[in-house]
């Protein structure tokens, strides 16, 4: 049991000496986070309201399908920008609040 454990040990440490070496180049390439006022989250939410803004005007400005916002945004993902991208179904979930608080809202 000793040994495993020390060997599994030694390979967790080696992988994690090679991730140290190899951070440096990423993060000069790619930015950790964006700039911006808003990198807060909302109550409740899992995504940046940046995130969340940027797939409202994805379905809404750009005219792209909700799954094809999903996918676009989960292109930034895959640069470090986001942690996860957000479903089809979480960007459609936000264009129906969106068009629900207009129906309600005082004219």
Do not use: T
Request: aromatic share 8%.
């Amino acid at each position: 049991m000793e040994r495993s454990r020390a060997k599994w040990k030694a390979r967790a440490q080696a992988a994690q000496e090679r991730e140290e070496e190899a951070e440096p180049e990423s993060k000069a390439l790619v930015p950790s986070r964006p700039a911006g006022p808003c990198l807060e989250r909302a109550w409740r939410h899992a995504v940046p309201l940046w995130l969340v803004s940027l797939a409202l005007h994805q379905v809404l400005g750009v005219l792209a399908s909700f799954r094809g916002a999903s996918r676009r945004l989960a292109g930034l993902a895959e640069l470090g920008w986001a942690g996860r991208g957000p479903s089809a179904a979480s960007v459609r979930h936000w264009v129906l609040r969106i068009g629900w608080y207009e129906l309600q809202r005082p004219r």
